[in-house]
């Protein structure tokens, strides 16, 4: 049945059998999870849910898919804006996508692993929109790693803090510092060091 001609009764349905798992992931590991516990989460028979997914395995996969588009999303408004806008953007994506983002992150099967997923996406936009000849895959694999840590701050941090402009900084030249192979120059790292911290005491005297 495709998309279009689902009725809004069948697409509601499903929608709760996707809440459902995401309420139990709260309290339960996915190895333990039976189709028992959606059928009570969600209020719907056994014959209902089959008529949706085969397994409680095709209920995360299409959890995985409804998070991968709105990855997509992210990553090309990513492609269109500047690194001053990041913040804000992924801010608007954890907090739209929290719960089943929270629940991805406890799901870990042969189909299923949002790290991965992410980590590929970054890295496949990266070298999407490279310049220059010399970009190669090791520089895609350092930007995928620290888009993923801002990604991982703000759900570490959602509704209590606000990631700073000093951390985007720190991730970027942590960033650089391993594409220029200059991850233990302590001179260099200690010069960098000094110039963040005097534009923080600069961005404060501001304020």
Do not use: C, W
Request: charge should be negative; hydrophobic fraction near 40%.
């Amino acid at each position: 049945m495709s998309q279009e001609k689902k009725s809004s009764a069948f697409l509601r349905t499903d929608q709760a059998i996707i809440d459902a798992m995401i309420a139990i992931l709260n309290h339960k590991s996915f190895e333990k999870i039976t189709v028992q516990d959606i059928l009570e989460e969600a209020g719907i028979s056994r014959g209902t849910f089959y008529a949706h997914y085969p397994d409680k395995y095709a209920v995360v996969e299409k959890m995985q898919d409804i998070y991968k588009e709105l990855l997509e999303v992210v990553l090309e408004q990513f492609s269109q804006t500047t690194k001053d806008h990041y913040p804000m953007l992924s801010q608007q994506m954890m907090s739209s996508g929290l719960p089943l983002f929270d629940a991805l992150l406890k799901v870990h099967t042969d189909r299923v692993d949002i790290r991965n997923l992410m980590q590929k996406k970054y890295e496949k936009e990266y070298l999407k929109n490279a310049t220059g000849s010399s970009t190669s895959e090791e520089e895609a694999k350092v930007y995928a790693a620290a888009m993923m840590a801002l990604q991982m701050t703000y759900y570490d941090n959602v509704y209590t803090n606000k990631i700073t402009y000093d951390y985007v900084d720190r991730v970027t030249i942590s960033a650089l510092l391993h594409i220029l192979h200059l991850d233990n120059d302590k001179e260099t790292i200690d010069f960098l060091q000094k110039k963040l911290d005097d534009m923080e005491k600069h961005r404060f005297a501001k304020q």
